[in-house]
């Protein structure tokens, strides 16, 4: 018998390409030869020897199909199994939902009586809130329902809400008005369900039997303990939602704080956040399920959930026979007392509501949804009832469940997006995105500071030296706290403390006060306390008539022209959770200014004037629509000449003019002013004023006159460019908004 040497092993190696039938067959027909040459020579098709060898390719071919199919499914682009997909997904952060639901805007209205002595005006008191989860089911198809997502709301004051009589007295004057509200509803069923849970259990998972589950409303132990949803277990921060009627201290969507200020606008809802170990996730089954997840977290003996799970010790501690290794991982959630993924329910049942539907078919036409339940009781008190519903527009978005290229391409946007702030756009948008029953945002703009560098930031200084104009409110804090602050230091640090909380909750920008005036103070205390803001929100609102809110100089409690307290606490707090932890949040007002517009167009010869002039007043209306209008946008009158030659009938156009006072295009001594002005204005002192215009001059006067509530003064003839064809914007140092407020009045004009 032969012998093979280190040198007959070299003559083939073998070929780890080789993956399929035909190539492994020819590789083991190969190596045999290389190898047993003198052993075995028979390579006939019908040889036992083949048989053995063709075996063998046929093993290692289905091997290599497997182990590509495997690898192939590790790959989220690759991948084509439903439940490898999801489980890719949930990697990446994307939670597959098991359906689509519809979302509707359904209109309810309700007849609420007249104000005694004002049969004008609705009696907002004799109105009535109603709780959501009212179910509407459609009238085509009984089987898709509907679910009202918040609370019809007949307080909250609407604009047109003296416009339509809904009954009359034997006087033939109003006895009650038909008000409207529109609110959000998906389709779905609300269901619950309980398990009954013994002996704890480390990520205890429950499953709902039923399938496409849309959402979990609530999930409370035998015990009354809510469990809140979260993203994943190791958050333990979950949001709280406080509608007015359940807040303690609001008794109207327009009391902004605790003190019982009333807003013009209205917050219906209060945002806050909780530490709770009480939490668990939703996750979606292959067979379209949901099952609940919970936590590790496991009482000891003794203990209460108040006092966490575990007691803090130094892990650090050398153990005999252990080394001390600096380098070790450590638990990112050692410093929590609730040092746990969330607790574990045990010895309890858990009552779960969630909610059932949704898909396509859901997507009902408008008109279809206009039956009402026999019975909706009001959430707060109130004598009116929903008489009537409708959708006015179909629902749409009612999806079935999602197809595997829908799952991978969602995964790989969410990815992408990170969920988190870090560009001024992304706090826009975000911004902009946060849901209106926390309150009306109108205009978002961003800037960033340099950190560390404020004596040449524009921006600080600038807001210094308008805030400095606020320091008599403040200094009436200040004696409220019983403390001096003048060439020494605070006799009581944790007063002064305590008083910068307050104060920065009731009053804007106090922090650069406090700079501005008692420097010397802050700069031998503490500078660290008055922490400059990286990320400055300017921020308007909407009132009910869709006038602009907002106002910097708002420095007195009992103002109602400034974004209420609540708004700009929910907005802090909703940013809370997508900010880059190095970033502090400053919420401010930002400036509005009012104008008017002047026209004088000459019409073609057939034209009705009238006409003429009526389009053209609409075509300004249009053009300066509040919705078009941004913070530090200029305005084109170059492109509103160019509208208005488009109107039917205009041969051309003398002048426009865009001004808060007289047509300055038309001299005084011509005799052809067109009066009045725009509006009248009552300015406050010059102390109060801004520059405006970054000139280092007070261009910008407070208009004080409440009657018009008309914002800031602006020099729109300096402000006009050299061609007259641009009005620029105030500087960026006082981000502003032109607003034509009141174009009914403020747009006068002649057609010749």
Not at 681 to 693: I, K, P, Q, T, W
Request: charged share 20%.
């Amino acid at each position: 018998m032969p012998t093979y040497g280190k040198e007959n092993f070299k003559e083939s190696n073998v070929n780890y390409l080789n993956k399929d039938f035909t190539a492994l067959k020819q590789s083991l027909m190969n190596y045999a030869k290389s190898y047993f040459p003198d052993t075995y020579r028979d390579f006939n098709e019908t040889s036992p020897g083949m048989m053995l060898l063709e075996m063998n390719a046929y093993v290692g071919d289905v091997l290599s199909f497997y182990i590509d199919q495997q690898y192939r499914e590790m790959l989220l682009p690759l991948a084509e199994e439903r439940r490898n997909i999801i489980t890719m997904a949930k990697m990446f952060g994307y939670k597959v939902k098991p359906i689509v639901p519809a979302y509707v805007d359904l209109t309810f209205t309700s007849n609420v009586s007249v104000l005694s002595g004002n049969v004008s005006k609705v009696d907002y008191n004799n109105a009535s809130v109603f709780d959501p989860g009212i179910s509407i089911v459609s009238s085509t198809n009984s089987n898709t329902t509907f679910v009202t997502l918040e609370p019809i709301d007949f307080k909250i004051e609407q604009d047109d809400d003296n416009n339509t009589i809904g009954t009359t007295a034997d006087t033939g004057l109003a006895s009650t008005f038909t008000l409207s509200r529109t609110v959000k509803a998906v389709s779905a069923t609300e269901k619950t369900i309980t398990f009954q849970v013994g002996v704890p259990e480390k990520f205890k998972t429950l499953t709902i039997p039923d399938k496409n589950v849309v959402d979990i409303i609530s999930c409370v132990d035998s015990n009354n303990n809510n469990w809140y949803e979260v993203d994943f277990l190791a958050q333990d921060k979950v949001p709280i939602q406080t509608h007015y009627t359940d807040d303690i201290n609001r008794d109207s969507a327009y009391v902004d704080n605790q003190d019982g200020l009333l807003s013009s606008t209205a917050v219906p809802y209060s945002l806050t956040y909780a530490i709770t170990p009480k939490r668990f996730t939703r996750e979606t089954n292959q067979d379209n399920t949901t099952s609940l997840v919970f936590g590790n977290g496991v009482l000891k003996d003794g203990q209460v959930v108040d006092e966490g799970f575990i007691d803090l010790e130094q892990v650090g501690i050398i153990i005999p026979g252990q080394t001390n290794d600096l380098n070790q991982a450590i638990d990112p959630l050692l410093g929590n007392e609730y040092s746990t993924l969330g607790e574990t329910p045990n010895n309890t049942t858990l009552t779960i509501t969630y909610r059932v539907g949704g898909g396509i078919n859901s997507n009902v036409s408008a008109g279809d949804l206009t039956t009402l339940p026999t019975t909706i009781t009001p959430a707060a008190d109130g004598g009116s009832v929903i008489t009537t519903v409708t959708n006015n527009i179909a629902a749409r978005g009612g999806k079935d469940e999602e197809d595997t290229i829908e799952i991978k391409e969602k995964a790989k946007a969410f990815f992408s997006t990170q969920n988190r702030c870090v560009t001024k756009e992304d706090y826009e948008a975000r911004v902009l995105n946060i849901p209106a029953k926390f309150g009306n945002i109108a205009k978002v703009y961003v800037t960033r500071n340099v950190e560390g560098d404020t004596s040449s930031n524009e921006e600080f200084q600038q807001s210094l030296q308008t805030l400095n104009n606020s320091i008599s409110s403040f200094g009436t804090l200040i004696n409220s706290f019983q403390f001096q602050m003048g060439d020494g230091l605070p006799s009581d640090e944790e007063k002064l403390e305590a008083a910068i909380s307050f104060a920065t909750n009731h009053f804007p920008n106090i922090q650069n006060i406090i700079l501005n005036n008692y420097s010397s103070v802050v700069s031998d205390y503490n500078p660290t306390i008055f922490h400059l803001s990286a990320i400055n929100i300017y921020a308007l609102g909407y009132n009910n008539s869709k006038h602009l809110v907002g106002n910097p100089h708002s420095v007195s409690l009992e103002t109602t022209d400034n974004l209420p307290v609540t708004l700009t606490a929910n907005i802090k707090n909703y940013l809370e959770n997508f900010k880059i932890m190095t970033d502090t949040i400053t919420i401010n007002d930002g400036y509005i200014v009012n104008f008017g517009v002047f026209f004088d167009i000459i019409a073609e010869k057939y034209a009705n004037k009238q006409q003429v002039k009526l389009d053209c007043i609409q075509r300004i209306k249009d053009y300066f629509r509040i919705e078009k209008m941004q913070f530090n946008q200029p305005i084109y009158k170059s492109q509103l000449e160019f509208e208005l030659m488009g109107v039917e009938g205009v041969r051309s156009i003398g002048h426009i003019t865009i001004t808060q006072d007289n047509d300055y295009f038309i001299p005084n001594n011509a005799g052809e002013n067109i009066v009045p002005p725009t509006y009248s204005y009552l300015f406050s002192a010059e102390g109060d004023g801004v520059d405006l215009d970054g000139e280092n001059g007070i261009d910008g006067g407070f208009i004080t006159n409440d009657t018009t509530n008309y914002n800031f003064k602006y020099d729109f003839k300096t402000a006009l460019s050299d061609d007259g064809t641009i009005i620029v914007p105030p500087n960026t140092s006082t981000p502003t908004v032109f607003e034509l407020k009141n174009p009914n009045q403020n747009i006068q004009g002649r057609v010749r």
